[in-house]
T-cell receptor
Framework: LAKTTQPISMDSYEGQEVNITCSHNNIATNDYITWYQQFPSQGPRFIIQGYKTKVTNEVASLFIPADRKSSTLSLPRVSLSDTAVYYCLVEGGTSYGKLTFGQGTILTVHP | NAGVTQTPKFQVLKTGQSMTLQCAQDMNHEYMSWYRQDPGMGLRLIHYSVGAGITDQGEVPNGYNVSRSTTEDFPLRLLSAAPSQTSVYFC?????????????FGDGTRLSIL
């Protein structure tokens, strides 16, 4: 299984860009990288997913280098409402049926 | 469109009692799963189903049973509740078992076992 490692917590201020990096050194060829966001008392919510290079949607960007051993979630101009836990997952054939969300990164956005 | 609906939202049980956590989705998704989340931790997969009539165990299946008689419903049964099963339980679904699709989560059931 591809284990992921991400910072336990990060602090930022409103209007700044936030980059959260996730390491997944033993990612397999058919694995995808997926990021979820979770607010207190709610279920996780899908943010973005990618396989390689760069993916962008209306919420975030995901940067994946050529070796795919890490990925970076980029949140442009964060606001207080972006305070949440962010989970990086590696999903694919090797994790099938055994998918586990790690501890995630607690992002706190300050005024 | 309700998405993934979990009931009840809160439940308190005594040790040894049994109960069923309900999960329903109205998106015609094939794949459904159950996770538990303990304080300060991420989610761990309990059981999953790739379609009606098909279920399999995840990482932490002991003490839980599931069935999938319809596409829409995926109930989770606690056979004999134990304090170690105190947790928040999340149900999720996605279109198929393919990994290039997002999972949609319910808002959870908060379960306390006394």
């Amino acid at each position: 299984l591809a284990k992921t490692t991400q910072p336990i917590s990060m602090d930022s201020y409103e209007g700044q860009e936030v980059n959260i990096t996730c390491s997944h050194n033993n990612i397999a060829t058919n694995d995808y990288i997926t990021w979820y966001q979770q607010f207190p008392s709610q279920g996780p919510r899908f943010i973005i997913q990618g396989y390689k290079t760069k993916v962008t949607n209306e919420v975030a960007s995901l940067f994946i280098p050529a070796d795919r051993k890490s990925s970076t979630l980029s949140l442009p101009r964060v606001s207080l409402s972006d305070t949440a836990v962010y989970y990086c997952l590696v999903e694919g054939g090797t994790s099938y049926g055994k998918l586990t969300f790690g501890q995630g990164t607690i992002l706190t956005v300050h005024p | 469109n309700a998405g993934v609906t979990q009931t009840p939202k809160f439940q308190v049980l005594k040790t040894g009692q049994s109960m069923t956590l309900q999960c329903a989705q109205d998106m015609n998704h094939e794949y459904m799963s159950w996770y538990r989340q303990d304080p300060g931790m991420g989610l761990r997969l309990i059981h999953y189903s790739v379609g009606a009539g098909i279920t399999d165990q995840g990482e932490v299946p002991n003490g839980y049973n599931v069935s999938r008689s319809t596409t829409e419903d995926f109930p989770l049964r606690l056979l004999s509740a134990a304090p170690s099963q105190t947790s928040v339980y999340f149900c999720a679904s996605r279109v198929t078992q393919g990994f290039n699709q997002p999972q949609h989560f319910g808002d959870g059931t908060r379960l306390s076992i006394l």
